[in-house]
C-alpha cells in the first residue's frame, strides 16, 4: 500500500466535501479531470458508482470505479475495476481543530495482461513512483483549497 498525508488548517467536514466530490476532483489531481456519478447516484455512499476521467500528456481514459467505504466525515474509499486498484481518503481531526488527511491506494488484484501492458508503456515502469508524486501533489491542492475557506 502506498500512502502520504498532510495537515490541514480546516475542520474534518471541509476536507471530506471536498475529496468527496469525484466530479471536481481534476482541479486537485494531476492525474485527474474530474468524474460523473452513475446509475442513479449523485455523491458519495456506499455502493455508488462512478466513471472517473483520468489523464497522462496527451492520453485520456475512462475508469469505472465502485464505492467501497464511505463513513461521513472520516473515511472514503473506491475501488477502480479496470486496474483492481483501491483509492481512499482518511480524515482525522486534530486537537487544534484542524484535520489530517492521507490519501492511499492498494492494488487488490491483479489487473488484466491488456492493462498491465499498457500501463508499463504509459507509465514507463515508473507509474508507483508517478502515483506516489501525485498524491502529493492532490493532497496539496486539496490543502490549499480548503484552507481558503477555512
Known sequence: ???ESVTIAATPERVWALVTDVTGMGR???GNTGGKWILGASGPAQGARFIGFNKRGVMRWPTTCKVVECEEPTRFAFQVAENKTQWGWRIEPTESGGTVLTQWRNRVGEPPAPMRLAAKLLFKGKIDEEMCDGMRSTLAAVK???EKGA
Do not use: C, G, L, R
Open 144 to 146: 490549499a483549497e480548503a
Open 28 to 30: 486537485f489531481s494531476p
Open 1 to 3: 500500500m502506498d500512502e
